[in-house]
Structure formats: C-alpha cells, structure tokens
C-alpha cells in the first residue's frame, strides 16, 4: 500500500507475545522490576527454564518494546516499558482490527453468538452500556445551577 508523502506512517502494532513471553511480562508487571534469575524461579512451578532461555525471551521481550533493564549493581532489573492494562488495549485493538475489520459490534456480537460470554457477563454489559448511554444524554447540571 503507498501513501503520499504527506500523510505520516501509521505507527506498526506492537508484535504479539507468545505464551511463554505472556508469563515472563506477567512475572515483570507483578514485581514491578526482576532479575533473570528471580524472573526464572517465580516460573518454576509452571516452566523449567534455562538461565540463557530465560535471558533470550527477555531480551526478545526488549527487542519488541515490552520491556527495558536497567543495571542495579552487577544484575540486570527488567522493567515493564508499559503497563499490563495499556497492553491488553493494544493487544485486543489488533483483535479488532484483524478480524472485525475495526468493529467493537462485529467483536460482541461474535462473542456472544459463539458463547465466548456467559448470560451473566453479558447482562453486566448490557446493564453497562445503558448506564453510559444515559450519562451521554443525561449531562450533569452546572454547578451551581439547575438543567433548562
């Protein structure tokens, strides 16, 4: 696809995690900083990792922007570049885009259609989506004064 010169690149999506890197940022965002080695431990119930496995996923992890060390002493302290909520939203606007060609509806409705929601969690959106609907109709008073 081209695009004129005037129209700025769209910024690339951040490349996916793979299952084992999910639980090393998992391991990262629960400690706020880790080392190699206390990284390794805490996955140890889960994943019997070696210490140079453990050092290749996070300097993949570095490579695609999740995170970034810093020297504390003699150790590597691997930190979160970004926080666990701001990378869902990235993760699922690529779901989006991808297979609901940009649609939040097309996303719902496939959950809802394939059972990817329960009866109750889609209550609770739908309870949701009326009470924000109503609050954009619906603006508060101005201080001070009452609605006209």
């Not at 889609?122 to 989506?129: F, K, N, P, Y």
């Amino acid at each position: 696809m081209f695009r004129s010169k005037n129209q700025p690149a769209q910024p690339s999506p951040q490349p996916g995690l793979s299952r084992l890197e999910q639980q090393v940022m998992d391991c990262i965002w629960r400690h706020g900083g880790i080392s190699a080695e206390a990284c390794r431990e805490q996955l140890l119930p889960q994943r019997v990792l070696k210490d140079s496995s453990i050092r290749t996923i996070l300097r993949r992890l570095e490579e695609k922007g999740y995170c970034r060390h810093r020297l504390e002493g003699r150790t590597y302290i691997y930190e979160a570049r970004q926080a666990r909520p701001a990378v869902a939203a990235a993760a699922a606007r690529q779901v989006l885009e991808r297979f609901c060609g940009g649609s939040v509806e097309q996303l719902l409705l496939g959950l809802v259609e394939h059972e990817g929601l329960d009866p109750a969690e889609l209550e609770r959106l739908a309870q949701r989506i009326r009470q924000r609907a109503a609050e954009r109709h619906d603006p508060p008073a101005p201080e001070g004064g009452a609605r006209s």
